[in-house]
């Protein structure tokens, strides 16, 4: 079982920055590839960023795109999302998910791809 903790959500005023980390409890982190998606309320939760196992690909939304950036550390097993120049638009509890997928693409906007999901933490955008 993979156990995902997410820290670094909060409070920040628009144009601001946070750095929102996940941190995952298994041997072979390697071989997952890692993503961030969000949900704000009454919306379905969206991917925002991918990663692929190396971490030499990524992927972005359009609106995150310039103003996001998905890292990871694989001797750490964490990966990271830099938020910059935010916006109130940006406001939603923030998830890290896996997908233990050896091959192929690293990425997917269907939820039920990935096979792990951290518990979530809040990111609030006061304008």
């Known amino acids: 079982q993979v156990q995902l903790v997410e820290s670094g959500g909060g409070l920040v005023q628009a144009g601001g920055s946070l750095r929102l980390s996940c941190a995952a409890s298994v041997r072979t982190f390697s071989m997952y590839a890692m993503a961030w998606f969000r949900q704000a309320p009454g919306k379905e939760r969206e991917l925002v960023a991918a990663?692929?196992?190396?971490?030499?690909?990524?992927f972005y939304v359009d609106s995150a795109k310039g103003r996001f950036t998905i890292s990871r550390d694989n001797a750490k097993n964490t990966v990271y999302l830099q938020m910059n120049s935010l916006k109130p638009e940006d406001t939603a509890v923030y998830y890290c998910a896996a997908a233990f997928k050896s091959f192929g693409k690293f990425y997917n906007d269907y939820a039920k791809w990935y096979d792990y999901w951290g518990q979530g933490t809040q990111v609030t955008v006061s304008s």
């Open positions: 990663i692929s196992w190396s971490g030499v690909s990524t």
